[in-house]
């Protein structure tokens, strides 16, 4: 008799192990898609523009207090390696679970939508400020491309993306949403970079 129970125990909690399991929300096709969209359009749009400047024009600051445009970009190559390594796979990976039912679609707009609105200015993470850790702004682009190309892939093979939450730039944030953050920091400081480019002293070669 006593076995008899104690084999119902053990299928009873396979049972409930199984249903948490298969309630676990994964990131569909089309939520991989977007996120996939989003990394190769930011990445092509922070090449168009920083594509082709001088050393003049890289170094160029608007004023004493602001990034150039190659402290940008060593800014933005640095950041994909933080968020996606010190954030997302040492952190977020290994943080409890979210709540049931997370409304997971507002978080993933508002950090799309919220994230490149550079009228809420931010102070970068000490890690994160520019240092000419790169050695150049070609090696800083070099940088980027091959960290941008880890990035896709992570997202293209990694699961259980959906399964943890940690506190982020729009609240709890998943690891499929913290690559989504990758995306928009790059949109973010591309529209910095433009802003620099926009100056009237900001020079012609």
């Known amino acids: 008799m006593r076995n008899k129970s104690l084999v119902w125990t053990l299928v009873a909690l396979l049972l409930v192990t199984g249903a948490a399991a298969a309630s676990a929300q994964e990131v569909t ?54 968020i996606r390594d010190n954030l997302v796979k040492e952190k977020v990976m290994v943080s409890p679970s979210g709540p049931p039912g997370r409304d997971v679609k507002t978080t993933d ?6 994230v490149p609105d550079r009228t809420h200015k931010a102070q970068a993470p000490e890690p994160l400020v520019p240092s000419n850790r790169f050695g150049s702004p070609d090696g800083s682009v070099k940088h980027f491309v091959e960290s941008r190309a880890t990035t896709e ?48 002293n900001f020079p012609k070669n």
């Not at 207090?65 to 190559?77: F, K, L, P």
Request: aromatic share 8%.
């Open 29 to 82: 096709s089309a939520e991989r898609d977007r996120a996939l969209q989003y990394l190769e359009s930011t990445e092509k749009n922070v090449l168009e523009a920083t594509e082709g400047l001088s050393q003049a024009q890289w170094n160029f600051k608007p004023t004493p207090d602001r990034w150039s445009v190659a402290q940008v970009m060593e800014h933005i190559a640095a950041a994909e390696d933080f």
């Open 109 to 114: 707009d508002a950090v799309v939508a919220m």
């Open 153 to 200: 892939q992570f997202l293209k093979t990694t699961t259980g993306l959906r399964d943890h939450v940690m506190d982020g730039p729009v609240g709890k944030m998943d690891g499929y949403e913290f690559v989504l953050f990758i995306a928009a920091h790059c949109e973010r400081h591309t529209k910095q970079i433009n802003e620099v480019k926009a100056d009237p």
